[in-house]
């Protein structure tokens, strides 16, 4: 498992952290969320990208079946 949290600003290395407002971005159907860590000591702000994991569409689980093209009707021959 990844650390969710750094442990220290990579600037200064105060362990003062503040944790701000995460941001979530979906990039080929996958969720990222950045992280925005402020130092308290320095100031300094740095993100810390997690990838969440695949986004999951249900709706393309079903319905598939309902619609079967099957080829039992007319059939054409071309001379
Ligand atoms: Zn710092």
Redesign the pocket.
Known sequence: MMLLKPE???????K??EELQPTEVVIDDMLWTIYHYE??????VFDKIVPEGEMKYDIFSEGFDAETDEDDGEKRFNN
Not at 8 to 14: A, D, H, K, V
Not at 39 to 44: D, K, L, P
């Open positions: 220290m600003c990579p600037y200064c290395g105060e003062r952290l130092c308290q000591f320095c100031s300094e």
